[in-house]
Nanobody, 124 residues
Framework: QVQLVESGGGLVQAGSSLRISCAAS????????MAWFRQAPVKEREFVAG????????YSRDSVKGRFTVSMDNAKNTVELQMNSLEPEDTAVYYC?????????????????WGQGTQVTVSS
């Protein structure tokens, strides 16, 4: 049984940093790509960043500004998202997701497994 469990969310001030983590069980990173999505109130869920077992990374247009970094620890079966220079617009529930395959996809419907989400709130 596949489980994705996010942790590390919270309330921070604008300009701060936060690292969120996803612990994966029941799947092998060598057969799945992992990604972070986020969903703000009354908005659609959107892709933030993704990573493959081979180390390939894809970022959304927002996080590609250099503020967010996605990483994978194969030994611990965890995926992390380091978020720097946080802005109030980053406030959302952040979800970890897994899609079968070798190349990161940004499409929500490609992802087979989802975590329950972790809330990130950035105050101005």
């Amino acid at each position: 049984q596949v489980q994705l469990v996010e942790s590390g969310g919270g309330l921070v001030q604008a300009g701060s940093s936060l690292r969120i983590s996803c612990a994966a069980s029941g799947l092998s990173f060598s057969r799945y790509v992992m990604a972070w999505f986020r969903q703000a109130p009354v908005k659609e869920r959107e892709f933030v960043a993704g990573i493959s077992w081979s180390g390939g990374r894809v970022y959304s247009r927002d996080s590609v500004k250099g503020r967010f970094t996605v990483s994978m620890d194969n030994a611990k079966n965890t995926v992390e998202l380091q978020m720097n220079s946080l802005e109030p617009e980053d406030t959302a529930v952040y979800y970890c997701a897994a899609a079968p395959g070798m190349f990161v996809t940004t499409r929500t419907y490609d992802y087979q497994y989802w975590g329950q989400g972790t809330q990130v709130t950035v105050s101005s």
